[in-house]
Structures are given as C-alpha cells and as structure tokens.
T-cell receptor, first 115, second 110 residues
Framework: EAGVAQSPRYKIIEKRQSVAFWCNPI?????LYWYQQILGQGPKLLIQ????????DSQLPKDRFSAERLKGVDSTLKIQPAKLEDSAVYLCASSSWTGGGYGYTFGSGTRLTVV | RKEVEQDPGPFNVPEGATVAFNCTYS??????FFWYRQDCRKEPKLLMSVYSSGNEDGRFTAQLNRASQYISLLIRDSKLSDSATYLCVALGNYGQNFVFGPGTRLSVLP
C-alpha cells in the first residue's frame, strides 16, 4: 500500500511570500488532515476534511491559511502571506476510520522555513 | 490547561533500563488513545493503540486509567534504537481528530 505523499519536502521563502503544499492520501482514505508541527512541540491540527468537506478548521489561521480538497482526494494547503512564525513542518495524514479511531498514517511532511 | 500533557523530559537512560512515560488528557469524552513515535526529522509513526485493559507489544506496555484520565507507556530493556520522541495522542473534541501531546524525548545511552 502506497503511503501518504507530500511535496515539496523542503521550502524556504521570505516573509510575506506565498507558498503551497500538496498532499495525496492513501487510496480510499476519506479523511485527510493537515497538521503543523513547530520544532519541539507536538503536531497541531490545522484542518480536517471528510471527503471534500471540512469537518474542523477551528485552529486554521484563516486570515492567511487556506486549504482545499476539491475532488475528495488530493489536498493543497496555502499560506499567503507567510510570517516568520509559520516556520514549521506541515504534516498531512489520512485515515479510513469513520468515528472509531484506528490511528492514522502521516506523510513525510514539508519543512517550511520563513526568513 | 492543554488537552494532552506529557512528562517534559528529556529522559536519558542506559541501555537495558526500564523507562515509563506518563500522559494526562482533559477531554473525558475521548475514546481512543495511542502512542506515536517520532524520530528526529521524521514524521510520527504509530507505535501502539492503548486499550482499557492495558496492552503489551514485546517490550512495550501501554496502560489506560479512564478514572484518572491517565495513560502510560512502559519500555523494558531499552535499546539504542528506542531513542526518539514519544507522543501521546487522544481523540479530540470532534470525535474524529487526534490531539497530540507535546512529546517526551528519550535518549538511550550505551
């Protein structure tokens, strides 16, 4: 089974620039998550999709972050404009569970450095 | 108060030692719990689920105390390869997303 694919692996941008990350979940997984992990902290949920609908985006800084999953498969996360404090690893995860909880699989992440 | 809290660490232990990590969660409605392992500059990977009756997987034992809202992970006979950050995870408020603790870093020393 292919894992969760993310790209790019690394990105360095200047503050106020825009950046986009891409995620392709495990085939057949209806639920997709974007997490932000700042160095030394645990991952923090930014947004959760069920198919192409948003389930939870309460911690997404909507003034600068946006995410979509138009066809219920791939997803993109965008930051516009970036700030220094956005430097983090952005992890995508997917799961097939529907309310039970079986753990889910992470992609290898995109490491963003804002300078 | 954070939803999931863990021992701050880091834990530095010699090979062969037994080490225990503690975790507490604030959402009494959480139904599922997990331990994830995260190596440096890698993504978190599922180590084990935590069941009410407690469960064991080789050298690893997980315990759940719902009354105290407490989860533990015990590692026996530590190996150098066990060096990593261990993340405690509880099902979140919406019932479908995970809330991660800050993690506890373990270094097993030769």
């Amino acid at each position: 089974e292919a894992g969760v694919a993310q790209s790019p692996r690394y990105k360095i941008i200047e503050k106020r620039q825009s950046v986009a990350f891409w995620c392709n979940p495990i085939s057949g997984h209806a639920t997709l998550y974007w997490y932000q992990q700042i160095l030394g902290q645990g991952p923090k949920l930014l947004i959760q999709f069920q198919n192409n609908g948003v389930v939870d985006d309460s911690q997404l800084p909507k003034d600068r972050f946006s995410a979509e999953r138009l066809k219920g498969v791939d997803s993109t996360l965008k930051i516009q404009p970036a700030k220094l404090e956005d430097s983090a690893v952005y992890l995508c995860a997917s799961s097939s569970w529907t309310g039970g909880g079986y753990g889910y699989t992470f992609g290898s992440g995109t490491r963003l450095t804002v300078v | 108060r954070k939803e999931v809290e863990q021992d701050p660490g880091p834990f530095n232990v010699p090979e062969g030692a037994t080490v225990a990590f503690n975790c507490t969660y604030s959402n009494s409605a959480s139904q599922s719990f997990f331990w994830y392992r995260q190596d440096c500059r890698k993504e978190p990977k599922l180590l084990m689920s935590v069941y009410s009756s407690g469960n064991e997987d080789g050298r690893f034992t997980a315990q759940l105390n719902r009354a105290s809202q407490y989860i533990s992970l015990l590692i026996r006979d530590s190996k150098l390869s066990d060096s990593a950050t261990y993340l405690c995870v509880a099902l979140g408020n919406y019932g479908q997303n995970f809330v991660f603790g800050p993690g506890t870093r373990l270094s097993v020393l030769p």
